[in-house]
Every structure is written in C-alpha cells, then in structure tokens.
C-alpha cells in the first residue's frame, strides 16, 4: 500500500521559513513526478510546485516564484519543499502528491495518483 506521508508544517511568522518534507513507504519517490498542493477552506487545491521524472525539470505557481523551491533527496526516498520569504496568503494545508512518468510535470491534481494527509502551514504575527 502506497503512503505518501508530509512533515514540517507549523506556524511562522511572515517573512520567515519553513521546509516541507515527503516521505514514503510502498512507493520510490526517485522514478515519481512529484508535486506539492495547497489547500484553504472554501477555495480549491492549488498547485505551487512540481518536479517531472525521470528528467527533473520544474514548474511553480507564479505567486510562489522565487520563494519556493521543490527538491529531491535520492538517498532518503524524500522530497522537500523550501520555502522562504512566507506571506501570510501561503497560510493553508500542504499536500504532496505523486504519478508517473510525466515530461512537464503538472499542476493539476487529477494529475497524480497518490496523496499524503496534509500539513498545516500558518502564516501570521
């Protein structure tokens, strides 16, 4: 059974940072084009970042350009999302997400087929 699992949520005043992890059990992230989501109530699923396999080519939402910043670790089977300079419109819940072979990874959900639980990302002072 694939299990896509998320950490590193919290709350962080603006203008600071937070690093988004991925893990996973059943499933080799490595060979995955993999894509994080953000989600707020009573709006729907954003894509912010992904990263294409097998050739790692990535794409982000414009209002997180420049400060978000999608990566691999090969070793650990896991994938991060570094972002910095946080506003408080970041605030939402962070999914990753995970398919197959894709050439120009996607920002669209129906885009993968596997998705972890969530973490919560606020943004205030």
């Known amino acids: 059974q694939v299990q896509l699992v998320e950490s590193g949520g919290g709350l962080v005043q603006p203008g600071g940072s937070l690093r988004l992890s991925c893990t996973s059990s059943?499933?080799?992230?490595?060979?995955?084009?993999i894509a994080w989501f953000r989600q707020v109530p009573e709006k729907e699923r954003e894509g912010v970042e992904c990263l294409s396999s097998p050739e790692p080519m990535s794409k982000s939402t414009g209002s997180v350009e420049e400060r978000f910043t999608i990566s691999r670790d090969y070793a650990k089977n896991a994938v991060y999302l570094q972002m910095v300079n946080l506003k408080p419109e970041d605030t939402g819940v962070y999914y990753c997400?995970?398919?197959?072979?894709?050439?120009?990874?996607?920002?669209?959900?129906?885009?993968?087929?596997?998705w972890g639980q969530g973490t919560q990302v606020t943004v205030s002072s």
């Open positions: 059943g499933f080799n992230l490595n060979v995955a084009s």
């Open positions: 997400a995970a398919g197959g072979f894709m050439q120009y990874c996607s920002l669209v959900d129906t885009s993968y087929q596997y």
